[in-house]
């Protein structure tokens, strides 16, 4: 059965630093999520992204945050000068049709320091 | 706005017993709802789903929900729960037909299991 992939599953980094996180979303699909679950709470939208431009970004989502599909697979997401309270664990996660399923990825643990 | 309410922060049950997880949501059109489940330091994995339908959907492990709309529930149940479903649990509402259709995620009710 096809899934969404996300590397790395673990990524620490220094305060200030850009990170990238990738995901691998299901092939056919054409919506692209991003979330963030901050440790001990509940999962929180961050962006969602289709033809190739942000259809819908939360409040979270703010100028340090970028996202792209470089290519036809990967779709990631750049925190260009990390903080402290951006220490999360970040979804991936797409699906074929608008409002449809959304298949998840695993997760990416962020750990700043 | 979507919403997701679920009035259990904790719950804890004894293996064997009987288990249901409160959901109550808010959308103003045909709502997509999933309950999912999270171990410690892992991802989400979905339970089950109601689109349309039977209310009464059937998902993983044993679990079960019902879909209510005269009281805008989807309340998770188990008959008999083990101890390897203790865990969190998330309900979810997406909507079903607009654009972007962001999932929105309720607070988590964390199951405990008692022996």
Not at chain 1, 80 to 103: I, V
Not at chain 2, 48 to 54: A, T
Request: glycine fraction near 8%.
């Amino acid at each position: 059965e096809p899934e969404v992939t996300q590397t790395p599953s673990h990524q620490v980094t220094q305060m200030g630093q850009e990170v990238i996180l990738r995901c691998v979303p299901i092939s056919n699909h054409l919506y692209f999520y991003w979330y963030r679950q901050i440790l001990g709470q509940k999962v929180e939208f961050l962006v969602s992204f289709y033809n190739n431009e942000i259809s819908e970004k939360s409040e979270i989502f703010d100028d340090q945050f970028s996202v792209e599909r470089p290519d036809g697979s990967n779709f990631t997401l750049k925190i260009r000068s990390t903080k402290l309270e951006d220490s999360a664990m970040y979804f991936c996660a797409s699906t074929l049709r608008s409002g449809g399923e959304q298949y998840f990825g695993p997760g990416t643990r962020l750990t700043v320091t | 706005a979507q919403s997701v309410t679920q009035p259990d922060i904790h719950i804890t049950v004894s293996e064997g017993a009987s288990l249901e997880l409160r959901c109550n949501y808010s959308y103003g059109a045909t709502p997509y709802l999933f309950w999912y489940v999270q171990s410690p330091g892992q991802g989400l994995q979905l339970l089950l789903k109601y689109f349309s339908g039977d209310t009464l959907v059937q998902g993983i492990k044993g679990f079960e929900a019902e879909f209510k709309r005269s009281q805008s529930s989807f309340n998770l149940r188990k008959p008999s729960v083990h101890w390897s479903d203790a865990a969190e649990y998330f309900c979810a509402v997406g909507p079903y037909n607009t654009n972007a259709g962001k999932s929105t995620f309720g607070d988590g009710t964390t199951l405990t299991v008692k022996p």
